[in-house]
């Protein structure tokens, strides 16, 4: 071919070569070409992380997002897209900064700047104050260089004239559809920079208007409930201004468009940020541009961070992911990425065991016999692991006295905790301990001996709240100490699961033994410190499990469940309440996180339920019981050790596999439950009747998530479920198997009737 091809060239003239060897090429190229562009965009498509050199522009790729960022001609970092998968290189466009509108909305207001500094003619949120010794406070950040390293996306950011860096981390969760942001500010100039507003990031929806805003609020034993609303122009704050995340507002949210998303339908662009101290969510509508932005980090209320030459300050991780199938699959996501990334065990997930916490049933008055006798009737009915909540300790028998002396107290235990503990051991439980860390009471030999732990303001009052002061756990001393307690407690004992409690919020933040400028920094110091002790104990003690609790559901966030297996949902164990709470609760968090007790009834709210009822509430969570089991009838016994022994055969389902959340406790009379176990092969529907008006019958359920080509054989625990041709039901027990396209589109009806009715089924799929 080739001495063919040179001696036909040889018989041309110059021109006549050059024109064939063109022509040649260009066919080469035609041929080549869309090879060559369907390998870039199959790599696109498969790298987590890609940069395109000619358009200055990163993709992120998940299994099913994109998310791009570029650098436009004025150099900055500018988002440019964030939803379904781009599936195309050739769709990929440039940045490009937007032009003014007027004067009055300059080209920075204008354009979704990625990592904003606040400086030259910017108007929005900023993800970036300082302030520097000269007095220059102007910040304007560009491009500089960037780094990929497999899932991973380093981009580095530098001030126009001073060296103050920014490098935004980025790092890809394929298979969960979620981004990771974090920044990390670093002083490279001669003189302090003190840092007003260190967000971690941004996260941009595409331009337009008529969006909604879903998010958490509530109150202590009222967590997690659910509000919708549009977003308008300006900006909707979500914050704590409290010392820990808050049952006030929890760092979630979600955005639809136009309200066109359910359950089901509808793509939803949702985030969290990892933080258990002052966080804050601006949701912004800016007017000139239609856009909204969701910006997120640490709380710059009363925040001021000084950065020496050579420092710097990192922000807390703020996740970001998409769905284009309603909110549930947006919690599907985030459920996943929690118990694959983020919890502790997440290397190699295991299920929560069931516990039984004394609380409810003893309050303060704990003692080695009382204790025995409830691990005796706990271990009768399948508990694994036997939890001794408050009381234990100092001189403890109410909330007056005792918070900061963490050794046991020798009326109540005379013998120390070992021969509890051997006990309980020997009873086949594992032995858990309450400890709430960072307080201290008046009355107490810890406050005696070291006033000046408490955190406060010199010569003003110390309120207190439940009789208790806070800790000043930015100070190295009392984080050392509290450690030392801690560690020395569980070496000397066998405990293998600690509830690490916080009772109250922060007041009086001083902390008069710092620098005058670091002060402000009690709020991120105080709670890297906890989160370090967290850590070092783990380190430690390998096998421990850690519960956090504040006030019930007040420390619930993606950055102490880096830390801690579950968390204690609400101080609100009534069941009814709890379905609510709890659905809140599921719209971010996984249900292996989500503590959650059989109680004794009249509840908090005077209301009673059945205990059939209250055992299938909790069984949707981590199920503890925490009822008063020496009240117990022989009935109560009986119920219990069965729903103990379904809930063991379930429970991996629930905790760790797909929810489908069918009917809203907030919508009707009706609240049900689908979980789909991670292969498929088990399915467990709860289902609740709250109070049932006119006789009417329950709606139908529909079933989600199946396998269309397989069978599913039906297991009962009671009789409630209809016969498929509407009469009768079907007898307690297992009955025959039904098709995934049965129960998808013809649904199953129960029969349940009056006031709290319950009922759970199991479904196996049959191979
Ligand atoms: C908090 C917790 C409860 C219990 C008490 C003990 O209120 O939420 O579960 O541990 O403290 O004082």
Sequence with gaps: MSNYLSRYLERLSWPGRRRTLVGMVLILMAVFAPVQTMRAEAAMNIDPVRYLPDLKVWVLNTERTSYMVGVNERNELQNIYWGEKLLRGGDLAAARSRPEHASFDSPETMTNIEYPGWGARYYNEPSLKVALADGDRDLVLHYVSHEIRGDTLVIRLKDIQYDLFVNLTYKVFAREDIIRKEASIENRTQQVVTVESAQSGAWYVPTGEGYRLTYLTGRWAGETQVVREPINPGMKVL???????????????????????????????????????????????????????????????????????????????????????????????????????????????????????????????????????????????????????????????????????????????????????????????????????????????????????????????????????????????????????????????????????????????????????????????????????????????????????????????????????????????????????????????????????????????????????????????????????????????????????????????????????????????????????????????????HSQQFLRPAPTIYLRGLDENARYRIKTIDNKLMKPEGHGVVPGGVTETVSGPFLMRHGLNLALTGDFDSTSLELERVE
């Excluded at 107490?444 to 006033?451: E, F, I, N, Q």
């Excluded at 906890?530 to 003690?541: N, P, S």
């Excluded at 022989?634 to 729903?643: I, N, P, Q, S, V």
């Design 239 to 689: 914050e704590s201004r409290r010392g820990n995340t808050s049952h006030q507002l929890n760092p979630w949210f979600a955005i639809d468009y136009c309200g066109e998303a359910d359950e089901e339908h509808g793509r939803v662009w949702f985030g969290a940020l990892g933080w258990s101290g002052n966080w804050k969510l601006v949701v912004e509508d800016s007017p000139a541009s239609h856009q909204v932005r969701v910006t997120g980090g640490y709380n710059d209320f009363d925040f001021a961070w000084p950065l020496k030459p050579g420092e710097n300050l990192s922000t807390p991780p703020y996740y970001g992911g998409y769905s284009g199938r309603g909110f549930g699959e947006a919690s599907r996501l985030i459920h996943r990425l929690e118990i694959n990334e983020i919890l502790p065990d997440h290397a190699a997930p295991h299920p929560r065991p069931v516990l039984y916490n004394s609380w409810e049933a003893t309050e303060f008055n704990v003692n080695e016999e009382g204790q025995k006798a409830l691990a005796d009737k706990a271990a009768k009915i399948g508990v694994e692991l036997f939890v001794m909540d408050d009381g234990w300790f100092g001189r403890r028998n109410d909330d007056h006295a005792g918070l900061g002396d963490w050794t046991v107290n020798p009326q109540k235990f005379p013998n120390g905790l070992k021969p509890l503990i051997s006990y309980v051991n020997g009873l086949g439980m594992d032995f858990g301990l309450w400890f709430e860390p960072e307080m201290v009471n008046p009355d107490s030999d810890l406050y005696r001996k070291h006033p000046d732990w408490a955190m406060n303001f010199p010569g003003r009052p110390r309120s207190e709240a439940r009789n208790q002061l806070i800790l000043n756990m930015a100070r190295e001393e009392v984080k050392e100490y509290i450690f030392t307690v801690l560690d020395k407690m569980i070496s000397e004992n066998n405990i293998k699961y600690i509830k690490w409690d916080m009772n109250r919020h922060f007041g009086e933040p001083g902390w008069p033994e710092a620098p005058m400028a670091e002060q402000k920094g009690i709020w991120v110091k105080y709670v890297r410190n906890v989160y370090e002790i967290i850590d070092r104990l783990r380190v430690a003690h390998p096998m421990l499990a850690i519960e956090a609790c504040s006030g019930g559901g007040g420390r619930v966030d993606l950055g102490i469940l880096e830390r801690v297996n579950e968390v204690w949902t609400s101080d609100n164990t009534e069941a009814f309440d709890r379905l609510r709470i709890q659905e809140g609760f599921s719209l971010a968090y996984a249900a292996k996180i989500m503590s959650a007790w059989v109680t004794d009834v009249p509840n908090m709210n005077g209301r009673s339920t059945p205990l059939k009822f209250r055992f299938l509430v909790a069984m949707q969570g981590a199920l503890g019981i925490g009822a008063n089991l020496n009240k117990w009838s022989g009935e109560d016994f009986d119920l219990a050790t069965k729903m103990v022994s379904y809930y063991k055969r379930i429970r991996e389902t629930v905790q760790q596999g797909n929810l489908y959340r069918l009917f809203s406790p907030r919508e009707g009379e009706l609240t049900a439950n689908e979980y789909v176990s991670a292969d498929g092969k088990q399915v467990v529907l709860f289902a609740f009747l």
